[in-house]
């Protein structure tokens, strides 16, 4: 028997365990499946094999459903021999642009092996940022996964793949009438109202950048600087119609859901707030279509889609240009034609939240909070223009209408006794403009480091950084110059105060934004403000920043 546990945040380490568990079935290998907080010490123990899938979230922080579990392992009863007869396998989930890249993955396994488990197979740590997606990643550490497995059963694990049944189980039913519209919703989410929705960036310029406030009416909500607010958006009326005639259901129906959970609701409704029907899709969604199609030419067209080991095919039709589920489904007639809706939730994966940094202080919108949101927009080789779905749904909200949201706590913290130096480009501002609002008319030491493009199309919140006596603000404009200069510049030129504040008086260094390419390039500026001005060696000056980033003096919240 195997052990499958997961630490998961926003469902997708969930979704890769589900996806060994499923693995374990076509090798006939027996498997249980827990999130990791259901997971006991003496699970562990009795078991002979335990493979472990997690993410890291904020600044180097557990999942949620798995800190308890975390917990129960530094216990200082456990011994050096606790898990002798276990063999272990870690697969960590992270993105390499945060500094605690895969963090949680890392100690999981130390700790597991300093308690006595042995390794079944080298950990593994899946990248956002490979060319080909972290799900090439971990598809090949699952393949080494097996072999090793295979021999330490000492018998071949041949793959037997076969349609396994439907994970809902549900029935569709007339309704001319169509059932009140329920949303989906967590336990966590309340029901808030739109109360603002302003365009920040000129009209002239490409990107749409809103300042969005959600009111929260009476419900009693706290928040402070750092917290993020996570919206549930809904699928475009024009999308939800072109689902219902690509999947022959009509939108008044009503869905009836038996397990693994009850809930009803109308077609409409499942379409639009529920399944994310333009998700791009991932090879589960190959494999599982490629069951129903007629016509051969497009079963071996999606099986190739499948294979691992000759990627190009996947990524040149959908990686590449983002082709959506929807317009897979048009492209082939004989898949969709044949499709098995009983399949339908596994066709389709429920729509995740989107977090955003809370971009004030609630000494400012007692009431409400608001948000920092760049409107996804961009064009590939498909006809049509790509475009985010929960930022796009939100720049088209009238005022007035209903927003399902959640609130969380960060994972920037901001001691009141330091000054806080903050790095935050673009919407990177959002969690900084919370900080300064909530520190108005104190003495609180701050330095803002804040990059655009043009200081006159896309400086966010100019007007606000006026007349605040504990405040610097440092601006780089990268277009406004023949040379361009980016906030990484800014800090290099102010290095000698960048280096006080943070040797001398202790300050916090926080950087918010995009995480593509900034975040390493303003790393690599600090390490060489600190070697320039610390008079460090290079080895020195290595070690300083690590101690920086372990002190929670280094902090990250990128995206």
């Not at 259901?38 to 798995?66: F, H, R, W, Y």
């Not at 929807?326 to 939730?345: A, G, I, P, Q």
């Amino acid at each position: 028997m195997i052990l499958i546990g997961y630490g998961s945040e926003t469902g997708t380490a969930q979704a890769t365990a589900e996806y060994i568990s499923r693995e374990c079935i076509y090798r006939d290998v027996q498997s249980t499946i827990h999130p990791l907080n259901d997971v006991s010490i003496a699970d562990l123990q009795n078991v002979g094999v335990a493979v472990l899938v997690c993410s890291t979230t904020g600044d180097g922080e557990e999942p949620k459903n798995m800190k308890s579990f975390w917990r129960s392992l530094l216990s200082r009863s456990l011994k050096r021999d606790t898990f002798s007869n276990l063999k272990v396998a870690v697969l960590g989930l992270g993105d390499s642009s945060y500094c605690k890249f895969n963090y949680v993955a890392k100690r999981l396994y130390r700790r597991l092996t300093n308690l006595g488990a042995t390794s079944l197979v080298d950990i593994g740590l899946s990248d956002d940022q490979h060319p080909e997606g972290s799900d090439y990643q971990s598809y090949h550490w699952v393949e080494g996964f097996f072999e090793n497995l295979s021999q330490h059963l000492s018998r071949p694990l041949s793959r037997n793949y076969r349609l396994l049944p439907p994970s809902v189980q549900f029935t569709i039913t007339p309704n001319h009438g169509e059932i009140e519209s329920k949303t989906y919703r967590n336990d966590n989410a309340l029901q808030g109202k739109l109360i603002s929705n302003n365009r920040l960036t000129h009209e002239s310029h490409f990107q749409d950048v809103r300042l969005v406030e959600v009111g929260f009416g009476e419900a009693e909500v706290s928040y402070k600087p750092g917290d993020v607010l996570w919206v549930y958006p809904r699928n475009t009326p024009e999308n939800v119609k072109l689902a219902a005639e690509l999947l022959n259901l009509t939108l008044t129906d009503t869905v009836t859901i038996t397990s693994p959970f009850c809930m009803e609701m109308s077609v409409r409704e499942l379409l639009t707030s529920y399944l994310d029907i333009v998700a791009v899709p991932e090879r589960q969604f190959f494999e599982l279509c490629s069951n129903f199609p007629t016509d051969e030419l497009e079963k071996e067209k999606f099986q190739e889609f499948t294979n691992m080991k000759d990627t190009e095919e996947l990524y040149s039709y959908v990686s590449r240009p983002k082709r959506n589920i929807l317009e897979v489904l048009s492209d082939f007639h004989s898949v969709r034609k044949n499709l098995d809706l009983t399949y339908l939730f596994d066709i389709f994966g429920r729509i995740k939240p989107r977090g955003f940094s809370i971009a004030s202080a609630q000494s400012s919108c007692p009431k409400s909070a608001q948000l920092c949101v760049g409107v996804v927009r961009y064009r590939t080789n498909l006809k049509s223009e790509r475009v985010g779905l929960c930022s796009t749904w939100l720049s088209t909200l009238p005022v007035g209408s209903p927003v399902m949201v959640s609130l969380e706590s960060g994972s920037f913290n901001f001691p009141p006794d330091r000054p806080i130096i903050m790095v935050g480009p673009g919407t990177g501002i959002a969690p900084f403009r919370s900080l300064i609002q909530s520190r108005a008319g104190t003495n609180q030491k701050m330095v803002l480091f804040f990059g655009c493009r043009y200081k006159d199309k896309d400086y966010l919140f100019e007007s606000e950084w006026v007349g605040k006596p504990n405040l610097q603000v440092f601006t780089a404009f990268s277009r406004d110059q023949k040379d361009k200069v980016y906030v990484q510049d800014r800090i290099r030129e102010h290095g000698e105060l960048v280096w006080r504040l943070i040797s001398r008086e202790g300050a916090v260094f926080c950087v918010a934004g995009n995480s593509k390419n900034m975040p390493l390039q303003v790393k690599e500026a600090l390490t060489d403000v600190v070697r320039a001005y610390g008079q460090l060696s290079p080895a020195d000056t290595t070690k300083y920043i690590d101690q920086l980033i372990k002190g929670q003096l280094y902090q990250n919240e990128t995206w």
